[in-house]
Each structure stands twice: as structure tokens, then as C-alpha cells.
């Protein structure tokens, strides 16, 4: 079974502009999770979406956005992009024979200008 | 609010040397515990996972945890680490029966094996 994969792995943005990151979960999963990665703050919980409902959300400005599709494909956007924004955003996906664990995808490295 | 705290942010090890990481969490309520890895360049990995049952868990390459409810902790623990272990180590945890929540990780412990 191919794994999570997330497009692009890298992005380099200035500040101000928006970006929209991907992620394709493992083969029915259907739920999805992002996280954000900085060596300050350590791995932070974004939002989760299930069946194209966001069913959990973390503690980042409304800039943050997600959706899922019926493929349980999901996209996470960033509207006026800060310096702080810089991080890898991770994907992770869950389902059938293992809905408490989470499975990574490699990542997105944003870095912003 | 959850939280998990792992002891030391910088690990150096000689290959062979046994290996003890620590983790410590606050939830309210019943939690399933996770370590995961991070290589250089690499994904997050599962390394291994507690539900219920057996407190010791063993997990891939020869890595064990065991969790001490008492206590709090999950400890990561290696016999015999070599220079491949070589990697970022995240502790995490999440609530049982309570819906779908997110993962809190710990900080990440860097562990460098040298030869």
C-alpha cells in the first residue's frame, strides 16, 4: 500500500502571499490531520478532517485554513503568509484496522521570505 | 491541558551503549501512547504503540517502551543502540474513547550514536 504523499515537498513564498499545500492519505483512510513543525514550538496539531468535515481544530489564526474532498484527498491553506509560517507541515492519515494511529506523510518545507 | 514532556532534548550515545529516553504526559482520561522517529531527511515513522494490555510493548528495531500509569511515563528503551538509530525520537499521546483527538507530541529527544 503506498503510504501518505505530500506535494510539493518544497515551497519558498514571500510575505503576504498564500499557499496551498496537498496530501493524499493512505488508501482508505479517511481521515486526515496536519500538523506544523518548527524547532521552537515542536510538532503543533492543525486540524483534522473526516469525511470532508473538519472534526477537530487546533489553536492557529483563522489565516489557516483546510478542506477534504470525497477522495479523502485534503489541501491546507495559508492566506498572508508571515516569517512565522516557516515550517514542515506535516499530513497524517487514519482508518479501518488502525483508526488510532497516524501514519506521516514526508512533509511540506515552507519556508517564507 | 495536555502536555507531554520528554527529559532530555540532546542524546549522545556510543554504539552499543543502552539507551533510556523519557516521556512523561498529562491528559485527563484514559490515553493511548506513541513513540515515533524521525532520520535525518526522513518522514515521521511509528515506532511503536500503547493501547492496553501489556504494559512493555516492543516495537520495530528492537525498541521497547513501557508504560507506568502510575507514573505517567512511557519510556523508550534500546539494549544496544547502533550508529543507525541516529535520529530525532517524538513521544505522543492521545485520548482514549473520547472521540477522535489529536496527537500531542512531546518536544523530540536528538539522539546521536557515535562509532
Known amino acids: 500500500k503506498a503510504g501518505v504523499t505530500q506535494t510539493p515537498r518544497y515551497l519558498i513564498k514571500t510575505r503576504g502571499q498564500q499557499v496551498t499545500l496537498s496530501c493524499s492519505p493512505i488508501s482508505g483512510h479517511r481521515s486526515v490531520s496536519w500538523y506544523q513543525q518548527t524547532p521552537g514550538q515542536g510538532l503543533q496539531f492543525l486540524f483534522e478532517y473526516f469525511s470532508e468535515t473538519q472534526r477537530n481544530k487546533g489553536n492557529f489564526p483563522g489565516r489557516f485554513s483546510g478542506r477534504q474532498f470525497s477522495n479523502s484527498r485534503s489541501e491546507m491553506n495559508v492566506s498572508t503568509l508571515e516569517l512565522g509560517d516557516s515550517a514542515l507541515y506535516l499530513c497524517?492519515?487514519?482508518?479501518?484496522?488502525?483508526?488510532?494511529?497516524?501514519?506521516f506523510g514526508p512533509g511540506t518545507r515552507l519556508l517564507v521570505l | 491541558a495536555q502536555s507531554v514532556s520528554q527529559h532530555n532534548h540532546h542524546v549522545i550515545l556510543s554504539e552499543a551503549a543502552s539507551l533510556e529516553l523519557g516521556c512523561n504526559y498529562s491528559?485527563?482520561?484514559?490515553?493511548?501512547l506513541f513513540w515515533y522517529v524521525q532520520y535525518p531527511g526522513q518522514h515521521l515513522q511509528l515506532l511503536l504503540k500503547?493501547?492496553?494490555?501489556?504494559?512493555l510493548v516492543k516495537g520495530i528495531k528492537g525498541f521497547e517502551a513501557e508504560f507506568i500509569k502510575s507514573k505517567f511515563s512511557f519510556n523508550l528503551r534500546k539494549p544496544s543502540v547502533q550508529w543507525s538509530d541516529t535520529a530525532e525520537y517524538f513521544c505522543a499521546v492521545t485520548g482514549r474513547y473520547s472521540g477522535n483527538t489529536p496527537l500531542v507530541f512531546g518536544k523530540g529527544t536528538r539522539l546521536s550514536v557515535i562509532a
Open positions: 497524517a492519515s487514519s482508518g479501518p484496522g488502525s483508526v488510532e494511529t497516524q501514519y
Open positions: 491528559y485527563g482520561g484514559t490515553v493511548n
Open positions: 500503547y493501547f492496553s494490555g501489556d504494559p
